[in-house]
């Protein structure tokens, strides 16, 4: 990779995409730290300290944002919105007639479900911002100094509220829009970019913990630390080789003589990758397991018995019952994702349109029921890999409960080293463009 980056240097044209992208991740990194108006950002900081733990959906949000919804800034709700949107608009895909015909359309058919996410994306961004407005509202430092600051009473506390809640839409329009920048004029994807770069801030914070951890008490974290760090790289390695992975279904095509001349008889292959749904499933998952203690958010458990003292403890991140729901639902949502993603049936079909066949299996029918089997096996194989990795920081948690604020967890770095990967390959490609020889020497 650090190879690839070198080449793409030395290109003036690559360099100036390099720059463009560094300077836009730049840009939003300044802004996480803006504060908005009517906000006291320590208190707000002291609140989430103390209340976004336990996996609870601001935790989630806390560590998707990079830090910026604990400071109270113009990009709190970052990328939160668009990417809820395009998970919506996926789904409904697949579930509505119209915007299936839409996505079959080509290039024309996606630029209009793009247009439509981007207006999903800015409902969302205002329902977003006005439920974390009302969250601010009750925030305080534990003293009585409350997070929000208004002008006065009545009619301007209605306009504080207004501009709070507007500039948190338009910091997270401002957030796609530079995604979009990123991917028309920068290297990569824009927004994973930028979700790339608000999952990176927290690294360092992580490290600052164990570096406390190991000042406070050297007998037991120094060997935990280094144990720590050791097995974040063997788990780097093991997601890059999960990421390549693929199950390679032999394709031949029958051959056909036209005239004197003979087409097909080729021999290829479908490529299945393992890990096919990336971390969507792990959102899914994360987004359900975060309810629970959402609701307890918002109403407190101040009784230590009774059913919803039992619900609130069955729950939490701190158990064992967490962590075993959450490794069935993440293998769930990947056959979920994985069976929307891929149609056995319309493979086939294809395939005898084309005069291709499996070596072995019939058309029609067997070759469906084959590639269904075949999809089976590898996702359930994917659904493991990715649920050992979103469950591991989660026993950490349990383990040791100090370890439980290290976001540097297997989603985190999942995100994070796909985000790399795919800029790598960005490049090559770039770098191949650039270098090819073609035809004429």
Not at 5 to 17: D, H, T
Not at 128 to 148: N, Q, W
Not at 169 to 195: E, Q, Y
Request: aromatic content about 12%; some cysteine.
């Amino acid at each position: 990779m650090f190879q690839t980056l070198r080449k793409a240097w030395g290109v003036p044209e690559i360099r100036k995409k390099l720059l463009y992208t560094l300077f836009m991740i730049i840009i939003f990194r300044f802004g996480s730290a803006v504060t908005v108006p009517f906000l006291d950002s320590d208190v707000v900081s002291t609140w989430m300290d103390r209340n976004a733990t336990d996996g609870n959906f601001l935790e989630y949000l806390h560590i998707i944002t990079g830090g910026a919804l604990s400071q109270a800034s113009i990009f709190s709700l970052s990328i939160t919105p668009f990417i809820n949107a395009s998970i919506i608009m996926q789904l409904l895909t697949y579930a509505l007639p119209p915007l299936e015909r839409m996505r079959n359309e080509g290039e024309e058919g996606r630029k209009k479900i793009e247009k439509i996410t981007s207006f999903v994306s800015i409902a969302l961004a205002f329902f977003m911002a006005y439920a974390y407005y009302v969250t601010l509202t009750r925030m305080d430092d534990g003293k009585g100094k409350s997070a929000v600051r208004y002008l006065g009473k009545n009619m301007d506390q209605y306009f504080s509220a207004a501009v709070i809640i507007l500039c948190f839409v338009a910091g997270a329009a401002l957030v796609v829009w530079m995604g979009n920048r990123i991917s028309d004029k920068g290297i990569g994807n824009g927004i994973s970019m930028l979700l790339f770069a608000g999952i990176a801030a927290r690294f360092p914070t992580d490290i600052g913990l164990l570096v406390d951890l190991t000042k406070r008490q050297p007998q037991k974290y120094l060997f935990v630390s280094i144990g720590y760090l050791i097995f974040v790289i063997a788990e780097i390695a093991f997601i890059v080789f999960m990421n390549e992975a693929e199950r390679r279904i032999p394709i031949q095509y029958a051959k056909r003589v036209v005239g004197r001349k003979q087409y097909g008889g080729q021999k290829t292959h479908i490529p299945i990758k393992v890990c096919m749904s990336g971390v969507m499933p792990i959102i899914f998952a994360m987004s359900f397991m975060a309810l629970p203690q959402t609701i307890q958010l918002f109403k407190p458990d101040t009784k230590t018995t009774g059913f919803y003292h039992a619900f609130c403890q069955f729950f939490s991140r701190s158990s064992v019952s967490y962590a075993i729901i959450y490794f069935l639902l993440i293998i769930a949502f990947n056959y979920f994702y994985v069976s929307i993603q891929y149609n056995p049936v319309e493979i086939a079909n294809n395939l005898r349109q084309s005069n291709g066949g499996i070596p072995g299996i019939r058309p029609g029918k067997p070759t469906s029921d084959y590639i269904q089997r075949v999809l089976s096996k590898i996702a359930l194989v994917g659904a493991i890999f990715l649920g050992i990795i979103a469950v591991i920081p989660v026993v950490m948690g349990i383990v040791d409960s100090n370890l439980q604020a290290l976001s540097m967890g297997g989603t985190t770095i999942l995100i994070s080293v796909s985000v790399a990967l795919e800029t790598t390959r960005t490049l090559e490609s770039h770098l191949m463009m650039r270098h090819h020889k073609g035809f004429l020497k």
